[in-house]
C-alpha cells in the first residue's frame, strides 16, 4: 500500500522469513529467545481458564480503535463534516491547507493503536504464562520476541507520517497542474477543486487501518493459542 502511494517501487524480497529475522536480532535478543525456548517455566498452582472475556475485549478495543480512525475528523470526507478551514474544507483554497494537522492527529492514532495493543498484548501473555508449562514457554518467546523486534517495528512505523506527506504534497500539485491545463484550454468544467484531499484523507484511513491490522498480528496469535489450548483441554 506504502509503495503505491509513494510512487516507488519495491522488489519481492528474496530471502527466507529466518533470513530477514536474522537482520533484525542481534546476538542478545538471539540469547533471550534460545532461553525462553529451552528454559522450564515455573509450575503453576492453579491453570487459568480462557474465557470469552478476553476475546469480546480484544473485538471492541479493535472495533472501537477502527472506528476512532473512521470518524477523526482529520480524516472524514468533505460530506460527512461541516466547513472548516483547517481541514481543507469547502471555502478554503489549496494554500490554507496545512499536512501538520494531519501529522498530529495521524501520530495521535498512532499513539492510541501502539497503546492498546500493547496492553492487549500483554494481559493475553499473563494469561498463557498461567495456564500450563507449554502455554508459558509460548509467552515467554513472544516476550522475547516484542522485546527484540519492537524497536525496528517502531522506527519503520514512524516513517509513515513522512511518506503521507509526500502524498499529500504530489496530490496537491497534481491537482493546481490539472487545473492549470484546464485553464488553458478553458475546460474547467469537470474539475472539482479541493477533490484532492478527499483522495489523501481515504488514503490515509487506509493506511492507518493497515497498521491497525499489523498492530493486532501479535494479538490474534495469542488469541489463536488461547483457544486451541482450550479446545484441547476440553477433549
Not at 478554503?92 to 494537522?101: A, H, K, P, R, W
Not at 491490522?213 to 488461547?226: I, K, T
Amino acid at each position: 500500500m506504502l509503495a503505491r502511494l509513494t510512487d516507488v517501487g519495491v522488489p519481492q524480497s528474496r530471502q527466507s522469513l529466518s533470513d530477514r529475522l536474522g537482520h533484525w536480532l542481534d546476538w542478545t535478543h538471539a540469547v533471550v529467545l534460545s532461553t525462553a525456548l529451552d528454559g522450564k517455566p515455573s509450575a503453576m498452582d492453579e491453570a487459568l481458564i480462557f474465557g470469552s472475556a478476553e476475546e469480546d475485549e480484544c473485538t471492541r478495543v479493535r472495533t472501537s480503535l477502527a472506528n476512532a480512525i473512521a470518524g477523526d475528523r482529520a480524516f472524514a470526507i468533505a460530506r460527512q463534516r461541516g466547513a472548516d478551514p483547517s481541514f481543507g474544507e469547502e471555502g478554503g483554497t489549496n494554500e490554507m491547507v496545512d499536512y501538520s494537522v494531519f501529522r498530529q492527529r495521524y501520530l495521535a492514532i498512532q499513539r492510541k493503536i501502539q497503546a492498546a495493543t500493547g496492553n492487549l498484548r500483554g494481559r493475553l501473555r499473563d494469561t498463557l504464562a498461567q495456564m500450563t508449562e507449554d502455554t508459558a514457554r509460548l509467552a515467554a518467546v513472544d516476550a522475547a520476541m516484542e522485546r527484540a523486534l519492537s524497536p525496528r517495528e517502531q522506527t519503520l512505523l514512524a516513517h509513515v507520517p513522512a511518506l503521507l506527506g509526500d502524498h499529500f504534497e504530489r496530490l496537491r500539485q497534481a491537482e493546481q497542474d490539472t487545473l492549470a491545463d484546464a485553464q488553458i484550454s478553458e475546460d474547467t468544467s469537470a474539475i472539482l477543486p479541493g477533490a484532492w484531499l478527499d483522495v489523501f484523507r481515504k488514503d490515509a484511513q487506509n493506511v492507518l487501518l493497515a497498521e491497525l491490522d499489523v498492530r493486532f498480528q501479535p494479538v490474534e496469535g495469542l488469541l489463536a493459542a488461547l483457544r486451541t489450548h482450550s479446545l484441547v483441554s476440553h477433549v
